[in-house]
Structure formats: structure tokens, C-alpha cells
């Protein structure tokens, strides 16, 4: 079973700033079946990003993500206040199954 | 617009089963191309995948809940359900349903419900 990891745990950042985050994979997976989510508090999560690169419908060009193999990132460019959020991303694996990773926080430096 | 609602108790006792229903709106749940699942999230932890089930009931468990959770669709009444019984305070959590899309065979939860929070406890 291939679990992600996320880090870092918390991300401190003032808006205006890029946030990197990073999902890596305990085993080599396909980008196609990695996707990112947002979520606020009291909220549930928003799909950000599938197939690692791909925008979801309505996200905003500052979010973009990259990676291959086991290590994959989101990055925010130019943070606005309403991206201060957790980020999950999570795995589909070919049984039909889906893992997500424990989540990077970014707050308010 | 599409809408997924979760509904059921928002108490239940250890060993007990919880019963919980996702009445969908908006769009057929026979459609072929979506999945239907829940997800949970335990106060303050992170998501955790339970289960999912198309239209005509082929189904994918989480290893970890397969033995005690049973995911079941009605196309009739547009809705899916969840049971999880043998109850522990381990499964309090917010219990979210959301449907499974997928682009170019990439898949993903692409829309959510509000959540329900469910507790265990006597």
C-alpha cells in the first residue's frame, strides 16, 4: 500500500508570498492519479487539482502543481487571504482505492 | 445545480451501526460516468477514504473499514448509503459523501456534501 506524506506540516507565510508543498509517495505512482484539495475550516474540501498539473474547474492560475514519480507540489503563487487554508493531496491507486496524505496547513505568519 | 446532502443520527452507541444516506440533486446517480463515496474526517485529523459504488453497485472499500462498512446505492430515491457497524469512539468523525468524476481516466471528488458529524458515545 503506497502512503504520502506531506509536508510541512505548517506553513507560515504573509499574503502576497508563494507557498511550495510538498506530497511525496512512499512508491513510484502515476501523476495521473494524484490530486490536491483545499479545505477551510467548518468546510469541506475543494478539489484544487487532479492528474498533478491540472487546474479543477474555477481555481485561479496561481495554483499550480508539478511532479512525477514520488515527489509532487503545489505551489501558490502570490497568496491571497482567502488560500489560507489545509491542503490534502490524495492517491488513486488501480484496486479503485483512494489514499490521502495528513495535510499541510498554511496560516498566518 | 448539483447537491449532495448527508443525512442520519448524530449520536450513536459503541457497538452499535451507524446508518447514514447521501441524497443527491442535480444529477442522476445512474449516470456511468461518477462514482459515489464518503470519506471521514475525526475531529481535528485528516481524510480518511471509506468506500465507493457506481449505479450498479460495483463497489471499493477501504482495507482498513472493508470488514465493518457496507456502501449501497438506491437509483430509485437518488441516493447511497454507508453502514459501519461494531462502533468504536474511534469512528467519531464527520462523515462526508462526494461524488467520484474523472477526466481523460484521472479520477477525483468533485463535489461534496456539507458533511455530518456523528458521535460515538453512551
Known amino acids: 500500500e503506497t502512503v504520502l506524506t506531506q509536508s510541512p506540516g505548517t506553513l507560515s507565510l504573509s499574503p502576497g508570498e508563494r507557498a511550495t508543498l510538498s506530497c511525496k509517495a512512499s512508491?513510484?505512482?502515476?501523476?495521473?492519479?494524484l490530486a490536491w484539495y483545499q479545505q477551510k475550516v467548518g468546510q469541506a474540501p475543494r478539489l484544487i487539482m487532479f492528474?498533478?498539473?491540472s487546474r479543477a474547474t474555477g481555481i485561479p492560475d496561481r495554483f499550480s502543481g508539478s511532479g512525477s514519480g514520488t515527489d509532487f507540489t503545489l505551489t501558490i503563487n502570490r497568496l491571497e487571504p482567502e488560500d489560507f487554508a489545509v491542503y490534502y493531496c490524495?492517491?488513486?491507486?488501480?484496486?479503485?482505492?483512494?489514499?490521502f496524505g495528513p495535510g499541510t496547513k498554511v496560516d498566518f505568519k | 445545480q448539483l447537491r449532495l446532502q448527508e443525512s442520519g443520527p448524530g449520536l450513536v452507541k459503541p457497538s452499535e451501526t451507524l446508518s447514514l444516506t447521501c441524497t443527491v440533486s442535480?444529477?442522476?446517480?445512474?449516470?456511468?460516468?461518477?462514482?459515489w463515496g464518503w470519506i471521514r474526517q475525526s475531529p481535528g485529523k485528516g481524510l480518511e477514504w471509506i468506500a465507493n459504488?457506481?449505479?450498479?453497485?460495483?463497489?471499493s472499500y477501504n482495507p482498513s473499514l472493508e470488514s465493518r462498512a457496507t456502501i449501497s446505492v438506491d437509483t430509485s430515491k437518488n441516493q447511497f448509503s454507508l453502514r459501519v457497524n461494531s462502533l468504536t469512539a474511534a469512528d467519531t468523525a464527520i462523515y462526508y459523501c462526494?461524488?467520484?468524476?474523472?477526466?481523460?481516466?484521472?479520477?477525483?471528488?468533485?463535489?461534496w456534501g456539507q458533511g455530518t458529524l456523528v458521535t460515538v458515545s453512551s
Open positions: 492528474g498533478a498539473s
Open positions: 462526494a461524488r467520484r468524476g474523472e477526466t481523460w481516466g484521472w479520477p477525483y471528488f468533485d463535489f
Open positions: 512508491q513510484r505512482i502515476s501523476s495521473f492519479y
Open positions: 490524495q492517491l488513486y491507486s488501480s484496486l479503485g482505492r483512494f489514499t
Open positions: 442535480g444529477v442522476s446517480i445512474s449516470n456511468p460516468s461518477y462514482y
Open positions: 459504488i457506481n449505479y450498479s453497485g460495483t463497489t
